[in-house]
């Protein structure tokens, strides 16, 4: 329905959605007008009998949609002075034009770390669990949960992670997280909850969740690695150390595996001065050529806060982790997460803990292991094949475990930037081990490869342009 | 297989699971042992070739699970001396007994506010929803999303809220959160980023969101409410104020819409001062006897935080919500979600977006609207019949929105506590007006009643207790 009112002295259409009935159309209509500035502040709206007769409509509508649009701020209504525009922002610069949708991925060959192979994802039997889980879920699944997580989920965790990892857990001693982020955070907020707090983080490690650390308010400690992993018997020197963050199972990035000497003295400083171990065991699950070493926590549960997720396993997207805590910090821990956003979702929840006590984990952990240890089978056939002299080339580090190997180049060979600039020209994306330093400076130099992050099909073009790269790079000399 | 070694001075039963293999069940059964103190630390183990022999097990396998223990931190290795258990911590105090199953509920009638019909969640017509989605979501779709959302969900929001709620909403201007908490724990993140910030907040509230905002890093300023909803005449009168947090379309828990001329006062303050108003629509899609009043934003969008979740309309265990934010808070929200934890998980999002999209979320809006009028009106007719002279019986305020009315209670009638164990005594769960308050101190008294909370067919018993329960208080005169 189409109205011009000269009444306004322009020429004003307003486009009234019969969908919507007449008063919220004529509603609609007005705010429209008012939002483009067709309806400019302080004109004055015509007597609701004159707009009625001029548009076929009831009195009483134009007066319900003058009320609603005054109740809404868009008009002022006045006795004496009548109806009228009010005063509004200049609405046409509160938002921007169309909406950017995720700009297109250019194909890249992408050999980063950090990422799973997620084309993997077995989303039949995801939902499979899913249908299970919340068709038997009871009413109160759908209302506000548990902040530590669903018991359903927490059991299985507890069952799973002392089967496979060595941990000590008990449902009542976890709490269920939005992945590795929100875990540290809380830990975190929990640790600086009684004045400063320093948390020492392995150095290079990832830069991001010392970015988390700070940002949840305590500061950062740089532990040195080295190839028998976190330097923990440095600890003894750190003047205030409240808590020390660790990857044991395959250091990130460097994928060394922390040596026994150095799990002991971990745990001994934790002993002496009832510090907090931070045990990250973010690819624990993928050990290639034995089975994994268990955790520190099934050596020292109330030393350790384990954490665990999906990320590399399903997927980051389901945000789904854990926390097996002591038990001085489970009450704490619990309050932080329940005022940081309440408690998980509910329907991942009940979906991953059934689809764990289906052993359909298991079966997806099992396939996926068999599939990223042939390709790092793969990759290393291919670094060792590298032309140029042995004391060029890189030294690989980390094969053991995990989805990313390091490369460490010798000082007397090619740079980072000469390898990561080769893998660009191929369209190929690597880790660099630069941004991983606690503080820039003269560091070793590294290029880490991720071979769990492409799919399947894409794996062997990737390799392709790998070697194209490494050979350029090493070769050329 | 059971073995029982005499070496160890005691009856030592070993327990070789089977199905884990010789080397893992040795191992297994050697943790086992250390744990429960049946082998203590200092003992020494015998060595590979004696034990492989009392075994029938070969070196190697012997060999290896010492190894595994060894690195585990089990066992200690030293040269000469062989292996032997190591320190742990008495593991038996680690753990508690039982793990602790959420308590079985005691039937109780519930009428606490704040809470919708659980049971009415449409698990059939969202699992179509999620089958949907995940089928036909890219791979990507499973790696790391967006921080800010998905651009699915963002831009289903979007069209929602500009048709539903007069939200000037873009998908570029939304961050998906879990939940309300969160949105509001991040909002104050932000405003307390750079010193100290003071938020607003209305008083009567909810004490739980008081809390969030101090654990966020900011100090809360109460907020007086009348009959007109929050006195935002006030706010000229408050030193220094970074953000007000407002209910406007029902405001918690005394039910009042905000009055036009407040809602012009407050963004009056907002213009002026540069000032944040964070706008809580939690029930705005739940209103009776007119179409909902739009919300704030759509007349200042560079000033108002408009913050919706799914808690009422679908279930707050979904932990789904958004904020449509101004420019210039976009990029420091964003972050703070991004290191709080990386981004909300995608396929809850992906099944909405769908379920949006499909009108199914529409759908089942209206049903809701109509069921819980239906609640309403039954309750409404039980108060209108309460006995007593009218002086001692309670007002009731907020039948037009939400899923909750307060009933006021006189000064010369019965107290909360004559009302709240009158209910009690009937197995009657109600929400009290006191807690809700800033500071304790000499309050109007009154009682909340959710009327969303019980499924349909526990309602009417409910009713029946409250009328139970509220004839005695006020029969007895």
């Known amino acids: 329905m189409r109205e011009s009112w000269p009444i306004f002295g322009v020429d004003l259409h307003l486009e009234i959605d019969p969908a919507l009935g007449r008063q919220r159309g004529l509603e609609q209509a007005l705010r429209a007008a008012i939002r483009s500035r067709r309806l400019v502040s302080g004109t004055r709206l015509p007597a609701t009998r004159r707009l009625?007769?001029?548009?076929?409509?009831?009195?009483?509508?134009?007066?319900?949609?003058?009320?609603?649009?005054?109740?809404?701020?868009?008009?002022?209504?006045?006795?004496?002075?009548?109806?009228?525009?009010?005063q509004l922002p200049h609405l046409s610069a509160d938002v921007p034009g169309e909406p950017s949708a995720p700009a297109p991925e250019v194909p890249w060959h992408d050999l980063r770390p950090g990422r799973p192979d997620a084309s993997a994802f077995p989303v039949t039997a995801w939902l499979r669990s899913a249908r299970r889980a919340l068709t038997a879920a009871p009413a109160d699944a759908y209302a506000y949960g548990d902040p530590r997580g669903q018991f359903e989920l927490r059991t299985a965790v507890a069952a799973y992670l002392g089967r496979t990892r060595g941990v000590l857990a008990h449902p009542d001693r976890i709490v269920i997280t939005n992945g590795y982020v929100q875990a540290l955070a809380l830990l975190t907020r929990v640790l600086a909850e009684n004045g400063p707090a320093t948390v020492a983080m392995e150095d290079p490690g990832a830069a991001f969740h010392r970015e988390v650390v700070r940002r949840a308010g305590a500061t950062v400690a740089p532990l040195p690695v080295d190839d028998r992993g976190a330097r923990t018997d440095l600890l003894a020197t750190f003047p205030s150390?409240?808590?020390?963050?660790?990857?044991?199972?395959?250091?990130?990035?460097?994928?060394?595996?922390?040596?026994?000497?150095?799990?002991?003295?971990?745990?001994?400083?934790?002993?002496?001065?009832?510090?907090?171990?931070?045990?990250?065991?973010?690819?624990?699950?993928?050990r290639y050529d034995r089975?994994?070493?268990?955790?520190?926590?099934?050596?020292?549960?109330?030393?350790?806060?384990?954490?665990?997720?999906?990320?590399?396993?399903?997927?980051?997207?389901?945000?789904?982790?854990?926390?097996?805590?002591?038990?001085?910090?489970?009450?704490?821990?619990?309050?932080?997460?329940?005022?940081?956003?309440?408690?998980?979702?509910?329907?991942?929840?009940l979906t991953l803990a059934d689809f764990i006590d289906s052993h359909a984990y298991d079966r997806h952990i099992r396939?996926?292991?068999?599939?990223?240890?042939?390709?790092?089978?793969?990759?290393?056939?291919?670094?060792?094949?590298?032309?140029?002299?042995?004391?060029?080339?890189?030294?690989?580090?980390?094969?053991?475990?995990?989805?990313?190997?390091?490369?460490?180049?010798?000082?007397?060979?090619p740079t980072e930037e000469d390898v990561l600039s080769a893998a660009a020209a191929r369209a190929l994306r690597l880790g660099r081990l630069n941004g991983?330093?606690?503080?820039?400076?003269?560091?070793?130099?590294?290029?880490?490869?991720?071979?769990?992050?492409?799919?399947?099909h894409a794996y062997p073009a990737a390799l392709d342009a790998l070697t194209d790269a490494l050979d350029c790079v090493y070769g050329a000399a």
Chains 1, 2 share one sequence.
């Open 291 to 349: 089975h994994p070493v268990g955790a520190i926590q099934g050596t020292a549960a109330e030393h350790v806060a384990y954490v665990g997720t999906v990320s590399k396993t399903l997927g980051p997207a389901l945000r789904l982790g854990w926390v097996v805590c002591p038990r001085r910090l489970l009450t704490p821990l619990v309050e932080a997460k329940q005022y940081d956003d309440h408690h998980t979702e509910v329907p991942g929840q």
């Open 241 to 286: 150390v409240d808590a020390v963050e660790v990857t044991p199972a395959h250091q990130y990035p460097t994928g060394h595996t922390l040596h026994p000497a150095r799990r002991r003295e971990l745990v001994a400083w934790a002993r002496s001065t009832s510090g907090l171990v931070i045990e990250n065991d973010y690819d624990g699950e993928f």
């Open 367 to 413: 396939t996926s292991r068999l599939r990223y240890q042939r390709r790092r089978d793969q990759l290393l056939a291919r670094l060792r094949a590298l032309p140029g002299p042995p004391a060029r080339r890189p030294a690989v580090h980390g094969i053991a475990a995990g989805l990313h190997v390091l490369l460490s180049l010798p000082d007397q060979g």
């Open 52 to 86: 009625a007769a001029d548009l076929g409509l009831s009195r009483g509508t134009v007066r319900g949609a003058y009320d609603q649009l005054v109740a809404e701020g868009y008009l002022t209504a006045d006795q004496g002075s009548g109806t009228a525009v009010a």
């Open 436 to 456: 991983r330093w606690h503080a820039s400076g003269d560091h070793p130099q590294g290029v880490i490869i991720g071979y769990g992050t492409p799919s399947e």
